[in-house]
């Protein structure tokens, strides 16, 4: 993104593992990620979607579940609307800066079924993106580009490695504290894969007993 001539993308960045590990991809970066891979801007914008609650994640009276990801159930860690907020976002940056991709951190594999997690949701979002903006309708909008919407965690941990990632500067429990947790769903899913990467000591203490 140094050469103004150069293509440009945005790259929508949690700090967790997949979103890092797709903007590495994409020769991007976050706060955490900056100083490995660089970055041309960085914006960091509040988006309070706490203030109506309406999930674990983000209702401090709702227990986040330690049960496990249950087949065809939405577990109570879905954030209603997020990732829809998020792209919005992310697309109204592309376009005004001229972006040809958004980068996305999403996974349809390894995850808790959520639905703005899946193949179809970003298809029908591309297709409303290339509608709703000047850019789309010119036929130069941004392309949403979710490199491990298909991938497995530990594939996603492998490929992080090998993009020297800072996996550890990463943030993927779904809890509070200063410490992962190591049993929500999410730090479960993240724990076994780096496992069974090689690098049990990069998960968290409880995911290492």
């Not at 594939?155 to 990463?170: C, D, G, M």
Request: aromatic content about 6%; glycine content about 10%.
């Amino acid at each position: 993104m140094n050469d103004s001539a150069a293509p440009t993308a945005i790259a929508l960045l949690s700090g967790g593992l997949d979103s890092a590990t797709a903007a590495a991809l994409a020769m991007e970066a976050a706060t955490a990620v900056a100083a490995t891979l660089g970055l041309a801007e960085h914006h960091t914008i509040s988006v309070n979607l706490a203030a109506w609650g309406g999930s674990s994640l983000t209702d401090g009276d709702l227990v986040i579940p330690t049960g496990g990801v249950r087949s065809g159930e939405i577990p109570s860690t879905y954030v209603p609307g997020r990732n829809t907020v998020f792209i919005a976002l992310g697309l109204s940056l592309a376009e005004a800066r001229g972006a040809e991709r958004l980068v996305l951190g999403v996974n349809a594999v390894d995850y808790s079924g959520y639905p703005d997690c899946r193949p179809d949701y970003l298809e029908a979002f591309q297709v409303l993106a290339d509608l709703a903006s000047k850019a789309g309708r010119e036929g130069r909008g941004a392309r949403l580009w979710a490199p491990l919407v298909h991938w497995s965690k530990t594939r996603i941990v492998q490929e992080a490695l090998r993009l020297n990632v800072p996996i550890a500067s990463t943030w993927s429990c779904y809890s509070g504290g200063s410490e992962p947790c190591g049993l929500c769903d999410s730090c479960r899913i993240r724990d076994a894969a780096l496992i069974e990467a090689g690098r049990a000591d990069l998960a968290s203490t409880a995911g290492r007993r």
